[in-house]
């Protein structure tokens, strides 16, 4: 659990009450699938400038870029299949973090699509649990 939530701060949400904790780490471990994956990626912006522009932004008009993510035979526990990115500073990034389940190994693909910069695509092997 600590590898996704500190500790410290559930232990002060909980009031450092142990049962509560222990009851919530159970819910969390039965909860989550074993053939289920997380998978993480970060949009980044490698240039000084933001995007969109200070221009896209004064004339209302910013194309947001869109992370797509598609792969059949999965089930989406949590995320989009479409994620909009609606603007990244210069030299930043940002995480978006699907949960999938699938009972065989694919290849998934990732695209980045925008009108108004660069796009870029991957493909990742998930899957394969049992």
Do not use: C
Not at 68 to 96: H, M
Request: aromatic fraction near 6%.
């Amino acid at each position: 659990m600590e590898q996704h939530y500190k500790l410290d701060k559930i232990r002060d949400l909980a009031d450092n009450d142990q049962e509560f904790i222990a009851t919530l780490a159970m819910t969390f471990l039965e909860e989550v699938p074993e053939d289920a994956a997380q998978l993480k990626i970060h949009v980044e912006n490698k240039n000084y400038l933001p995007f969109p522009t200070a221009m896209g932004r004064r004339d209302m008009r910013p194309a947001p870029a869109i992370v797509v993510f598609d792969a059949p035979g999965t089930t989406l526990l949590s995320g989009k299949k479409r994620t909009p990115v609606q603007s990244l500073k210069g030299y930043s990034n940002r995480k978006i973090t699907w949960l999938v389940q699938t009972d065989k190994s694919i290849n998934a693909k990732i695209e980045l699509t925008s009108a108004n910069a660069w796009g870029d695509h991957k493909q990742i092997k998930i899957g394969g649990a049992k």
